[in-house]
């Protein structure tokens, strides 16, 4: 029971010094008050949750809250990853499942390290193999994810649904077959079972390549290894690509892909330089 109460204590100290952070102004509020921060109903109006809940949380009241609930404060005091993780480690004892992040997208620190690569192609993919991030290389040698809807920037979906893809790998096979087998691994270890259920679903109807492969029940680690792409402009380019855990997003995976040759670094510094 002392234990408990200690727990509770942790976790009210931390709301509120969270919620006393935050720049009541910069947020929509009024910004004359008497003391720095959001009041306790600001921060239950952005949680959508009621402000004696919420103020029993910051008093040690009322029990452990729910990881629904932890999610919705983390997005309310616009918490980091690390941040959120503590909320949830001194809320209810343990981490945050890694496949349900508190935000979507990239951070600009991330994407200014991609960017920071000119000749080197570069993305963030999900668990499920969504790209989320990508440089200027990567749109240039591998696809323009920029002109695409968010479904379509889809790996698996391009591999097996889009001919062009297809016929732009070397050894189609080879790459469906990784990217399968990793694709079974990285849901399971993220905890996006239930995403990848609906997208295997979805593939297994639409491609007879797909239902084989994945019947196989194959699986790998991303690691590294090599790629060849025949490109509309230059032929054929050969990547070395690594796989990069990025902390405190376990649920995403930074490919970067080296020309492995001179001659292919030749050939994505001519395409660079043509648009």
């Known amino acids: 029971m002392l234990q408990d109460a200690a727990d509770r204590h942790r976790l009210g100290a931390y709301l509120r010094d969270r919620r006393q952070r935050l720049d009541a102004a ?16 600001e921060v239950a109006q952005r949680a959508h949750i009621s402000t004696t809940w919420y103020t029993w949380l910051e008093q040690g009241r009322g029990g452990a809250p729910s990881p629904r609930v932890l999610d919705s404060l983390a997005r309310a005091l616009m918490l980091t990853e690390a941040e959120r993780e503590h909320l949830y480690l001194v809320g209810i004892g343990h981490r945050p499942k890694a496949g349900a992040p508190a935000q979507e997208g990239i951070s600009g620190r ?8 000119p000749m080197i192609p570069a993305t963030v993919a999900t668990a499920t193999w969504d790209i989320i991030g990508w440089n200027r290389a990567a749109r240039l040698a591998l696809a323009d994810y920029e002109a695409m809807a968010p479904d379509e920037r889809n790996i698996l979906r391009r591999i097996f649904l889009d001919p062009a893809t297809r016929a732009a790998q070397s050894d189609w096979e080879a790459v469906a077959r990784f990217l399968v087998a990793t694709f079974r691994a990285e849901t399971v270890r993220a905890g996006a079972d239930a995403r990848a259920s609906v997208l295997v679903a979805e593939l297994s109807a639409r491609s007879a390549d797909f ?6 029940n194959d699986v790998r680690t991303t690691g590294e290894g090599a790629k060849t792409i025949r490109h509309a402009r230059v032929g054929e380019i050969t990547f070395e690509f690594s796989s990069f855990a990025i902390d405190g997003r376990p649920d995403l995976r930074l490919m970067a892909y080296v020309p492995a040759t001179a001659g292919d670094l030749d050939k994505m510094s001519r395409l660079c330089s043509e648009v």
């Open 26 to 41: 910069a947020l929509g509020f009024d910004g004359r008050r008497r003391t720095p921060g959001l009041r306790r109903e």
């Open 110 to 117: 991330l994407q200014r390290f991609l960017d920071a690569m």
């Open 211 to 216: 239902a084989r492969l994945w019947s196989e």
